[in-house]
């Protein structure tokens, strides 16, 4: 009993929220086959999602934002907000530059459009349950070109809408937090940049936590999209 309790503990608990009832049972045959995965609930709409997100406290929320009664980037920002513990993984058809960044700025930790192939999935799941932040170069992409938006009208407005100053109006980093933003941006998670760095892992948590405070971003992939933009000299 203990052994199998131990296996079920190691499985990412995953919450597919979908409103075509057949994508969403195909999804969870999918990842149900998945021997470190379980689907431990379904919701067909964004309050649905948020109501079981609290109630069973998922791993990860497979987020689709064309749904009724409230959407996807609405629920996302509520989930978020309340579980810091859960990421949730964008899954949809809408790729315009508004939604996407909307999204991101929700609080989504990835974002992959439904055309995906089932190992990418997969393996974007088990990322984000490490801690990493996922997006697409497509993605990244629509993401960096409205962050820059926001930084050119950086003088009418120095605290931009996405919750993250731009360049002239952050609070700079020192050298050793600007490494680790280096490696965030890499895709490292938490425990990867401890090993890298020779640090504990908590050192890295508050560090990231400070680089956040510093740059005024909701997550870790605000982050890494803040610094790619950078190093295009945005």
Do not use: W
């Not at 379980?38 to 791993?59: F, H, M, N, T, Y």
């Not at 407005?157 to 996405?162: E, I, L, M, N």
């Amino acid at each position: 009993m203990a052994t199998q309790e131990g296996s079920s503990a190691a499985k990412v608990r995953v919450l597919i929220a979908e409103d075509q009832a057949l994508v969403r049972r195909g999804t969870s045959v999918l990842l149900s086959l998945e021997p470190d995965m379980e689907v431990i609930g379904q919701a067909c709409d964004g309050i649905e999602a948020v109501s079981l997100a609290k109630q069973l406290r998922p791993d990860v929320v497979l987020m689709d934002l064309h749904m009724p009664r409230l959407g996807g980037v609405a629920a996302t920002r509520e989930i978020t907000r309340d579980l810091p513990g859960t990421q949730v993984l964008v899954l949809t058809t809408l790729n315009d530059d508004e939604t996407v960044f909307e999204a991101v700025r929700a609080g989504a930790h990835g974002y992959l459009l439904k055309d995906v192939t089932e190992q990418e999935l997969l393996e974007t799941i088990r990322a984000l349950r490490r801690g990493e932040s996922r997006l697409t170069p497509q993605i990244a992409r629509k993401v960096m070109d409205q962050f820059r938006r926001l930084a050119d009208s950086a003088e009418a407005a120095p605290t931009s809408h996405a919750g993250a100053k731009t360049d002239g109006a952050a609070e700079s980093l020192n050298d050793k937090e600007e490494k680790i933003l280096r490696l965030i941006t890499d895709g490292m998670s938490n425990r990867q940049i401890a090993a890298a760095m020779f640090l504990a892992e908590g050192t890295v948590k508050n560090y990231v936590s400070r680089i956040m405070e510093k740059l005024h971003a909701n997550t870790r992939t605000a982050l890494a999209v803040i610094s790619a933009r950078q190093r295009r000299g945005a």
